[in-house]
Nanobody
Framework: QVQLVESGGGLVQPGGSLRLSCAPSGSRISIYTMAWYRQAPGKQREWVAIINTYGGTSYLDSVKGRFTISRDNAKNTVHLQMNSLKPDDTAVYYC?????????WGQGTQVTVSS
């Protein structure tokens, strides 16, 4: 049973930065393509960034150049560095495998971008 625990969210002003972390338990994530997803109020959950087992990455157009996904297989963690944050980035952020598995959704971490 894989449990994914997200952390690092918070309240930040526009233009600020946050670094999210995902620490799974029960499995080694090095064998999975991992992704960050987000769900804003009143909207469907969407993928934000993906990293495959070789370190290849892909990003949602609206976050390209601002967000960076990375993985540390030795520490069994996945990170999302978010810079130049905008109010539209406000959402609950989740990590999961890609494509996502319903049983792996965790509680997420809230990111609020507001002045």
């Amino acid at each position: 049973q894989v449990q994914l625990v997200e952390s690092g969210g918070g309240l930040v002003q526009p233009g600020g930065s946050l670094r999210l972390s995902c620490a799974p338990s029960g499995s080694r994530i090095s064998i999975y393509t991992m992704a960050w997803y987000r769900q804003a109020p009143g909207k469907q959950r969407e993928w934000v960034a993906i990293i495959n087992t070789y370190g290849g990455t892909s990003y949602l157009d609206s976050v390209k150049g601002r967000f960076t996904i990375s993985r540390d297989n030795a520490k069994n963690t996945v990170h999302l560095q978010m810079n130049s944050l905008k109010p539209d980035d406000t959402a609950v952020y989740y990590c999961n495998v890609a494509p996502p598995r319903s049983e792996y959704w965790g509680q997420g971490t809230q990111v609020t971008v507001s002045s």
